[in-house]
């Protein structure tokens, strides 16, 4: 069975998302049981299995397990499950307990959200992470269309426009910080202060959404970066492997700069860097705007699918495929994004991502919460769950 690269229109257009699921065989009634089952678990299992704590009457956060901390990143993520769910109110205890804790008011990233806080809420730091901001946005749009604005932080799409405003306008006109976006070449950067990017940022099927629905005067930079995305990504995901680096420069070469900064390397495929393929797929599904998507999956399909042995799918690789010696840290997440991927093609080696991906379960332990937060959007986008609103 072949890939099908022949569809003109993603889900944007025709309205129709795919329940890759289903087409395996698998019942319409078990696919949404274990969509429940899995939310009920992240969000309100055991202490050793949800990673969401309630806090007081109207607040919440996400727990990074591994580092004990919050981050954007999860918080953001818990709010795009919640919004694909319809669960209304996790989504405002998040957004509130990030708006009142995260959120930055003075400095240079005044207007940004602090990536990592204590679980008390104190700030850990005063940097941004911008995969974070990107979230946020999203989620929150998607929550106004869903369930409509409401007052002061629930305005959620007036919270959007503004927090994009301050993305891509930060330090313009003499004004201290720097934007999240580059201005001239309209890509994302690892963090405001630095000229190098990180691949599995790189969100174009958000930015396509962000170009509709961004303050009027922002639309057309964000139309323009999902432009720049795609071209991006083909530079930065290798062309046999189709693997990409972590870190990588603007011109999509692997990043190998200030190792001790950073805390080691992040030229190598890597657990940011396992995103990367899945939001390539999802990009497709909504949008289907570069058949090269197509292309860059069935390579690194194939790559885990016949090139690895059983005992390498869960090491560390070089972008060309060299098969290091070191485990990964986040091996589930690894089967998750594989599996995600197969929404843009249909392959034998998509069907065995798929099947992996269905025979493995939720982490369990400290390190569950990057691996499950992947496996549950997985999930959510191979059961046509994963929805622009």
């Known amino acids: 069975m072949g ?17 890759v699921f289903m087409e395996m065989g698998y019942s319409y009634a ?3 049981d274990r969509k429940e089952q899995i939310f009920h678990t992240m969000f309100y299992g055991s202490e050793e299995e949800r990673i969401y704590h309630p806090v007081g009457e109207d607040m919440g956060y996400i727990e990074d397990t591994g580092n004990h901390d919050v981050r954007t990143e999860g918080m953001s993520y818990g709010m795009m499950m919640c919004v ?3 669960r209304k109110q996790e989504f405002d205890r998040l957004w509130k307990w990030a708006r009142t804790y995260m959120f930055l008011t003075q400095g240079d990233n005044a207007g940004y959200f602090a990536w990592s806080c204590q679980t008390d809420g ?3 730091a005063y940097g941004a992470a911008p995969d974070g901001e990107e979230y946020f946005a999203m989620a929150l749009f998607f929550a106004s269309h869903r369930w409509g604005d409401g007052e002061g932080i629930f305005c959620y799409s007036r919270q959007a426009q503004e927090l994009l405003h301050t993305c891509i306008h930060k330090g313009e006109n003499g004004q201290p910080g720097r934007a999240m976006w580059d201005a001239d070449n309209h890509l994302i950067r690892f963090i405001a202060e630095v000229d190098f990017s990180d691949p599995s940022y790189h969100l174009p099927h958000f930015y396509e959404l962000f170009g509709r629905w961004a303050f009027e005067a922002d639309r057309a930079f964000f139309s323009e970066a999902a432009k720049a995305s795609r071209e991006y990504l083909k530079k930065a995901c290798h062309p046999v492997t189709g693997l990409c680096a972590e870190y990588a420069e603007f011109d999509g070469s692997p990043y190998t700069g200030n190792r001790e900064m950073w805390g080691g390397r992040h030229d190598w495929y890597y657990s940011d860097a396992y995103r990367t393929i899945a939001n390539i797929a999802l990009d497709y599904a909504w949008f289907a705007a570069d058949a090269w998507e197509v292309e860059e999956i069935e390579r690194l399909q194939r790559f885990f699918c016949e090139t690895l042995t059983a005992e390498q799918q869960a090491k560390i690789y070089e972008i060309d495929g060299s098969v290091l010696s ?3 840290l986040h091996p589930v997440a690894i089967i998750a994004t594989n599996a995600q991927a197969s929404l843009a093609v249909r392959s034998e080696n998509a069907d065995k991502c798929i099947r992996k ?4 379960d939720l982490r ?26």
């Open 3 to 19: 890939s099908d690269s022949s569809m003109a229109k993603g889900a944007y257009e025709t309205g129709t998302y795919r329940n």
């Open 30 to 32: 078990e696919i949404e």
């Open 84 to 86: 694909q769910m319809d």
């Open 122 to 124: 104190t700030k850990n």
């Open 326 to 328: 070191q485990e990964a």
């Open 357 to 360: 991906f269905c025979e493995t």
């Open 364 to 389: 369990q332990g400290d390190r569950r919460y990057y691996d499950n937060c992947l496996y549950f959007l997985a999930f959510l986008a191979l059961s046509g769950n994963y929805r622009i609103y």
